[in-house]
């Protein structure tokens, strides 16, 4: 029997906007986003910043060694900022009636201006966290990110689910994958498309 429920946050709550991102990266001189994932030192500069492993000022440095060589702070920063978009209130609405038959969690990559986004967004939506999720977990507090299992870990440690009891949303094939092996009936969300999985994943 399902008794709890784990979210992500950007790409299944928080929606994403690819094409203001990638307006937003070239501007700074990077490739798109799928570029980006295909360059290492590219990589190694962005994800730890947007996993809210370092610091605003280690990630500049880092990438100022990627980007275009006169970029400012603000284009950089715009360019890891610019994907985030809104949250549907129904979606919130939705989570909010989960809570009435299931804890609810949400396990999130993020850095602290991205929370600071969401934040914006729940109460631009006439909702706060606290009404949507019994327990938040985010990485730049944690200083774990997915998909390491650790991280997983220290949530079952802390709500005391059961991973055989709990269906996880998430849009990386790779934290999904990590989130199976702990025992996590665990589901592939498309981007921002939340709403086409999770009945069945409920059913």
């Not at 962005?46 to 400012?72: H, M, S, W």
């Not at 990559?109 to 949507?132: I, M």
């Not at 709403?195 to 059913?203: F, G, Y």
Request: glycine share 4%; net charge negative.
């Amino acid at each position: 029997m399902i008794k709890n429920i784990i979210f992500d946050l950007a790409g299944v709550i928080l929606n994403l906007n690819l094409k203001r991102d990638t307006e937003a990266l070239l501007g700074a001189g990077l490739p798109d986003f799928e570029g980006c994932l295909k360059n290492p030192a590219i990589v190694n500069a962005i994800v730890p910043y947007i996993n809210g492993l370092c610091t605003k000022e280690e990630f500049l440095k880092a990438a100022r060694q990627v980007c275009r060589e006169d970029a400012t702070d603000k284009e950089i920063l715009w360019a890891m900022d610019a994907v985030l978009d809104d949250i549907p209130a129904e979606r919130l609405q939705m989570l909010v009636d989960l809570r009435k038959k299931y804890r609810v969690f949400l396990l999130s990559n993020l850095y602290v201006s991205a929370w600071e986004h969401t934040l914006r967004q729940f109460d631009k939506a006439g909702f706060t966290p606290e009404q949507c999720f019994d327990r938040v977990f985010l990485s730049y507090e944690m200083q774990l990110a997915k998909p390491d299992p650790r991280i997983f870990q220290q949530v079952f440690a802390e709500t005391g689910i059961n991973p055989d009891e709990t269906v996880y949303f998430d849009d990386s094939r790779e934290n999904i994958t990590a989130g199976t092996a702990l025992g996590l009936h665990s589901f592939l969300v498309p981007m921002n498309q939340l709403e086409t999985v999770i009945d069945e994943a409920l059913s």
